[in-house]
């Protein structure tokens, strides 16, 4: 079946360390977003890609570290600058000015 | 620039009640609107979208929003609410950058569903 696939689901982090979230799509599509989570304030755009080897910086990306080696592909790392990454992270996909799809999510929690 | 904003972050109904959850746009272009569900610890879930053909657009779950240019409103309805759909639900548009194009999500609304 098409779609998109986040890995992770859950992950702990301690403070201080980088973590990298997996993100597959085999919906040939060209267009990848990140999407941060948290209560009460939706989703909010931490970088996004139109093509491969090319990505932009949303609204929030600080922090925040993303490739797109692959048009498959679209790995985000929060690193230790990213001052509060407990949340849950989102990644999608589209094709030209359509609807976003989106993968089932990855929760993180720093300890 | 385009954006979106959903009014009330709960709503609560009773089972068999009409669904209604408000969103206005504003944008200076003609709108490309959406509506997500979202279930607990899952992704987004496209209900419907608006692409500038008919006003009024059905979707999935016997859900349907009327796009309301005099208004700048895309609000969605359901005749009659089911208990299956106590989710959040998140209105959206899309903002064309040079960069690019994506989508731009208003803040959410959490159906509740009483019995």
């Known amino acids: 079946d098409g779609g998109i696939t986040q890995s992770p689901k859950y992950l702990f982090r301690k403070e201080g360390q980088n973590v990298t979230l997996s993100c597959e799509q085999n919906?040939?599509?060209?267009?990848m977003y990140w999407y941060r989570q948290d209560p009460g304030q939706g989703l909010r755009l931490i970088y996004y890609?139109?093509?491969?080897?090319?990505?932009q910086k949303g609204d929030i990306a600080e922090g925040y570290s993303v490739s797109r080696e692959k048009k498959e592909s679209f790995p985000l790392t929060v690193t230790s600058a990213q001052k509060n990454p407990t949340a849950f992270y989102l990644c999608?996909?589209?094709?030209?000015?359509?609807?976003?799809?989106f993968g089932e999510g990855s929760r993180l929690t720093v300890l | 620039a385009q954006s979106v904003t959903q009014l009330g972050s709960h709503v609560s109904v009773s089972e068999g009640a009409l669904v209604l959850l408000r969103c206005n746009y504003s944008s200076s272009v003609p709108p490309y609107l959406f509506w997500y569900v979202q279930y607990p610890n899952q992704g987004l879930q496209l209900l419907l979208k608006y692409t500038s053909a008919a006003t009024l657009v059905k979707g999935i779950n016997g859900f349907e929003a009327e796009f309301k240019k005099s208004e700048t409103s895309f609000h969605l309805t359901k005749p009659s609410a089911h208990m299956s759909d106590a989710a959040e639900y998140f209105c959206a548009v899309i903002r064309f950058l040079n960069a690019g194009n994506m989508l731009t999500f208003g803040g959410g609304t959490r159906l509740m569903v009483k019995p």
């Open positions: 890609s139109q093509i491969v080897n090319d990505f």
């Open positions: 999608a996909s589209s094709g030209r000015l359509e609807e976003l799809f």
């Open positions: 919906l040939n599509h060209d267009a």
